[in-house]
């Protein structure tokens, strides 16, 4: 095999791969064909993806220039890796261009050099160039803080993409006033920078809100009174914050997800079963937050002791607590004990984010 260009990449959980792009020796096929090796950066190969070109299947002109180059191929892998973890890959994939596949009707011929391209979807070029310069902004917090101000080419190797995507997206972070760059001597984070990956890429160990998911109904606010705030407030000394007794800023939902990505951790009461409160639990789980769940134990589980909640969250544990320890009357101490477990569990769970901490 020849070995034709490499290029820097890295996936949607920001790991960093070399991709070298080779041409096979494709016996027994009426074509050209193309191996792409997805390496780490200690060399070992993770993934490898076959391109087929059938033979007459695109039109005349070249699919490598003159240097053995391919923004084609390049265009073609980046557009199928967009979204994924490599390590989530089959390991024998295959891009063919057929003379009926969608690849073949998206690629074109460039009158000027006479080299093919691929004409990748704006939509998804736009969503790859949020990405970077997603990275670039939490690799340039790192870098700043472990080693302060940055050489610009050397930044842009430490975030290990394509050249110019990097130098498009930190025009965008200069426009947009979250770097400054001398030309002669630094790359640098400015303080609205550093406050914007503060507040959207990394959950701060002092952030003081616990939010509570849960149904607006009398028994909520019971146990909000008897249980949830004394734990979370009076014994924990975090603020407890529930949609229903707090003012949206512009409208419930915005509020709502602000609130969710913002506080340490998230109470998810599934008690009535309400769709909102799955709305804002799978928001909480895209926004990889700490969860603790909770429940009603006769709608939580049978009789005999079978779980019979969503079986989304089956995997998840879940802390019960029963209304006839809400009434005026009710002498027991079981109440006791859900909230002697529910604040274990609270602890713990803070104790893992701290310990996690990316800052």
């Not at 734990?231 to 915005?254: N, R």
């Not at 089956?314 to 006839?324: C, E, G, I, N």
């Given at each position: ?35 792409a ?30 240097n ?14 967009h ?120 959950l ?23 249980v ?31 609130s ?10 599934f ?14 789980l ?74």
């Open positions: 095999m020849e070995k034709l260009f490499e290029f820097p990449y890295r996936d949607r959980s920001y790991n960093r791969y070399n991709i070298e792009v080779y041409k096979d020796d494709a016996f027994g096929f009426d074509g050209t064909q193309y191996s090796n997805i390496n780490n950066i200690s060399g070992g190969n993770i993934r490898t993806i076959v391109i087929k070109i059938v033979a007459m299947s695109l039109p005349e002109g070249k699919i490598l220039n003159s053995g180059y391919s923004p084609m191929l390049r265009d073609t892998l980046l557009d199928f890796l979204g994924k973890k490599v390590k989530d890959l089959q390991k024998n994939e295959v891009l063919t261009f057929s003379r009926n596949c969608d690849y073949t009707s998206s690629v074109y011929l460039s009158e000027k050099n006479g080299i093919l391209k691929y004409r990748r979807d704006i939509s998804i070029v736009a969503s790859e160039n949020k990405f970077i310069r997603e990275l670039m902004l939490r690799e340039l917090y790192k870098a700043q803080v472990e080693e302060g101000n940055q050489d610009l080419q050397k930044f842009k190797r430490r975030c290990h993409f394509i050249d110019q995507t990097l130098t498009n997206a930190f025009n965008v972070l200069k426009d947009r006033d979250f770097v400054e760059h001398n030309p002669n001597s630094y790359i640098r984070l400015k303080s609205s920078g550093y406050q914007f990956v503060e507040d959207n890429f990394f701060s160990p002092y952030r003081n809100t616990v939010f509570l998911i849960a149904a607006c109904n009398d028994d909520i606010y019971r146990l909000i009174d008897k949830y705030r004394p734990i979370v407030e009076d014994q924990l000394g975090y603020e407890l914050k529930f949609q229903e007794k707090s003012e949206p800023k512009e409208t419930i939902h915005e509020d709502m997800w602000e969710i990505e913002q506080s340490k951790l998230i109470l998810c009461d008690t009535d079963k309400r769709p909102n409160c799955f709305i804002e639990y799978g928001y909480a895209r926004s990889r937050q700490n969860i603790i769940l909770t429940i009603e134990e006769s709608e939580g589980r049978n009789e005999e002791g079978s779980l019979k909640i969503p079986f989304d969250t089956l995997t998840q544990k879940f802390t019960f607590w029963q209304k006839k320890w809400l009434q005026p009357d009710y002498q027991g101490d079981e109440i006791n004990t859900f909230a002697a477990e529910l604040k274990e569990r609270i602890e713990k769970k803070i104790a893992m984010l701290e310990r996690k901490s990316n800052i």
